[in-house]
């Protein structure tokens, strides 16, 4: 009887965890379409955009760095570029209106950063492109959203003016997370190699003509 108690005892637990761990999913969800329903505000725009750039540079010079398939060095080298440029573009606006930009990406762009420092990435290629197409779905609704509700024309003319890049982004990462969800993870990545059958064809014509220098 004893040991019936206490089973009954742990399954009562485990299903009051499982119920309050489904009741903070819905909990986070309906604070999140809360947000939505939200005005977007100025700080808050200028906080997000300016950590997310700050990551995606950071991440992109990871990928030059780290990645294994060309495609996926040359995506990360524009997200160096072009989110660099775009950083800088932020930072003079909101440097004329007196608003105050993080000096470090923010706790929710900071920890993927953690994970990429980590040894947990086991193919860093396929997990970035994951990550990539994740981060610009959500720049997507962010400038989607600042292009509609913000009231500063500064701000609001940044986010129209770098939302169809940002989009642009999120096409490319698709294309390429497909790519390596197919198993092309290696597609280019070593080029050299590649080109080497080519450059030894009729690199050694010597050969055929020995025989005339021996008549």
């Known amino acids: ?14 299903l009051f965890v499982g119920s309050a761990s489904a009741d903070d999913k819905a909990a986070k969800k309906k604070e999140g379409d809360r947000d939505q329903d939200k005005a977007l ?3 808050h725009f200028v906080d997000m955009a300016s950590s997310a750039g700050m990551s ?10 780290r990645a294994r398939n060309e ?9 160096v570029e072009d989110h660099g440029k775009a950083n800088m573009e932020l930072l003079s606006i909101v440097s004329d209106l007196r608003i105050a930009v993080p000096d470090k990406p923010l706790p ?17 290629d396929k997990e ?10 959500e720049a997507v609704k962010l400038f989607t959203r600042a292009s509609k509700d913000l009231k500063n ?32 993870s290696d597609k280019g990545s070593k080029p050299d190699k590649g ?10 014509p010597d050969r055929g003509n020995k025989p005339d220098s021996d008549k």
Not at 159 to 183: C, Q, S, V, Y
């Open 1 to 14: 009887m004893r040991l019936f108690g206490m089973l009954v005892g742990i399954v009562s637990i485990s």
């Open 41 to 43: 505000t100025e700080t």
């Open 56 to 65: 995606e540079v950071i991440m992109g010079k990871m990928g030059v760095a």
């Open 71 to 79: 495609d996926v060095r040359k995506f990360a080298a524009r997200m």
């Open 108 to 124: 929710e762009h900071e920890k993927h950063l953690m994970h990429f420092h980590s040894d947990q990435v086991k193919d860093f």
């Open 128 to 137: 970035y492109m994951h990550h990539m197409v994740m981060g610009h779905e």
């Open 153 to 184: 024309d500064r701000l609001k003319g940044f986010a129209e003016k770098t939302l169809p890049t940002i989009k642009e982004h999120l096409e490319m990462a698709k294309k390429i997370n497909d790519h390596l969800a197919k198993g092309d």
């Open 195 to 204: 080109n080497r059958s080519d450059s030894d064809k009729g690199s050694k």
